[in-house]
């Protein structure tokens, strides 16, 4: 069975600092990865998604993230955080055709 | 593009009452649509996935007589919790997926309808 783990649950950093938030899977093939973000009360907005081809992925609001199969992580960076960026971040993966499993999130907090 | 909306966006109840919520695609047809419960502080749960057509599928644990999903329209997914109770409210959020070129895998997800059974 699929899994997605975020090992931080909680995570502080200062305005203009740069971020890099953590998922690690276990899957038996080359899953689908996304990450998504969710504001308080809100969905989620796609940042990114990982389906083939380029491991380094660029996505909304300045987000990049990384496949790498040797590690099965898909860390999402960012390389200057904004007070705006604040929210709950979740990774997920699936495959075609198939649901999402997601990660338990990581909560982001951001100093002035 | 890849809209979608829930309504309503929030809903207050009497135990034992009925409530129905509504998933659309605003901008894309979608085959399968998911829904998710989400407590406080967790992760997305999935509860059930719609084709449109078919019979949901649900996930273990799931009363698929108290969560009733029709998928009647390649637009259109509804939620009825049926004889809620407060142990029913929740966060709900529904998810679509398209079938047309370019939208691939990816689920694009509703704004969440929070549910109070008082």
């Known amino acids: 069975a699929q899994s997605v783990t975020q090992p931080d649950i909680h995570i502080t950093v200062s305005e203009g600092a740069s971020l890099e938030l953590r998922c690690n899977y276990s899957?038996?093939?080359?899953?689908?990865l996304f990450w998504y973000v969710q504001s308080p009360g809100q969905g989620l907005q796609l940042l990114l998604k990982y389906f083939s081809g380029d491991t380094l992925v660029q996505g909304i609001k300045g987000f990049e993230a990384e496949f790498k199969r040797s590690q099965s992580s898909f860390n999402l960076r960012k390389p200057s955080v904004h007070w705006s960026d604040a929210a709950e971040y979740f990774c997920a993966v699936g495959k075609a055709g198939n649901m999402l499993t997601f990660g338990g999130g990581t909560r982001l907090m951001v100093k002035p | 593009g890849a809209v979608v909306s829930q309504h309503p966006s929030w809903v207050i109840c009497k135990s034992g009452t009925s409530v129905k919520i509504e998933c659309r695609s605003l901008?894309?047809?979608?085959?399968?649509m998911f829904w998710y419960r989400q407590f406080p502080k967790q992760s997305l749960m999935l509860m059930a996935t719609?084709?449109?057509?078919?019979?949901?599928?649900?996930e273990q644990g799931v009363e698929k007589d108290k969560f009733l999903i029709n998928h009647a329209s390649l637009t259109l997914s509804t939620l009825t919790v049926t004889s809620a109770h407060p142990e029913d409210s929740s966060f709900y959020i529904c998810?679509?997926?398209?079938?047309?070129?370019?939208?691939?895998?990816?689920?694009?997800f509703g704004p969440g309808t929070r549910l109070l059974v008082l």
């Open positions: 998810s679509a997926r398209g079938s047309s070129l370019g939208l691939g895998e990816t689920q694009y």
């Open positions: 899957y038996g093939a080359t899953p689908y």
């Open positions: 719609s084709n449109e057509g078919s019979k949901a599928t649900y």
């Open positions: 901008d894309f047809q979608a085959t399968t």
